[in-house]
């Protein structure tokens, strides 16, 4: 094998190893990647979790803050001696009670719209984390069979050069001159 031979087999050597390193790369690159948007997707499971219990913590609140305002009425009412059964002031306690009752069904819309937000922005993450990991799989493969197009491309060109034995074969093995 002459000097060109070595210089061809060494370069073809020296480019399936870079081209096999950048497959294993962009493999590690897309499990990162996928990694990070399976990470957002959970946070964004959580931030999902807490709005729906800040919501009940909320409802709770203006509920007994309705209870309350309710039964400090009606012992308003009564301590003035007015019979709090008809008229007016079941009016003022129906009005009070669909107050509380907008407030609680405001409160749910505005937490609905935000938990519905997070859902898009968590199935867009696990999307994303699907995508990125077939994306680099995808790509690492390609660039192995470039790797693998490279050993066989710098394997015709030694042929072509003669680094291998221009002996006549046979089935029983070379033959002779």
């Keep these: 094998m002459n000097a ?3 210089m061809m087999a060494l370069s073809t050597a020296t480019k399936f190893a ?5 497959a294993n790369a962009l493999k590690k690159q897309g499990k990162i990647d996928s990694a990070i948007e399976a990470r957002n997707a959970a946070a964004q499971g959580q931030k999902i979790d807490e709005l729906k219990t800040q919501r009940d913590y909320e409802t709770d609140l203006i ?6 305002y309710t039964r400090q ?5 009564a301590y003035s001696g007015v019979v709090a059964s008809r008229g007016t002031p079941v009016d003022i306690l129906v009005d009070a009670k669909r107050r509380f009752r907008n407030q609680i069904q405001s409160l749910n819309y505005n937490t609905d719209i935000q938990i519905n937000d997070a859902i898009v922005r968590r199935d867009n993450f ?8 077939l994306y680099y799989k995808r790509r ?3 660039m192995k069979f470039s790797a693998f ?17 221009k002996e006549k074969e046979t089935l029983g093995g070379k033959g002779m001159r």
């Design 126 to 133: 696990l999307l994303r984390e699907r995508q990125a990991d």
């Design 63 to 68: 509920t007994e803050d309705a209870e309350s």
């Design 73 to 77: 009425i009606q012992a308003q009412y």
């Design 4 to 6: 060109k031979m070595a």
């Design 149 to 165: 197009a490279t050993v066989v491309e710098g394997g015709a060109t030694l042929y072509g050069l003669g680094a291998f034995g």
């Design 18 to 22: 870079a081209q096999m390193s950048q």
């Design 140 to 142: 690492a493969s390609a």
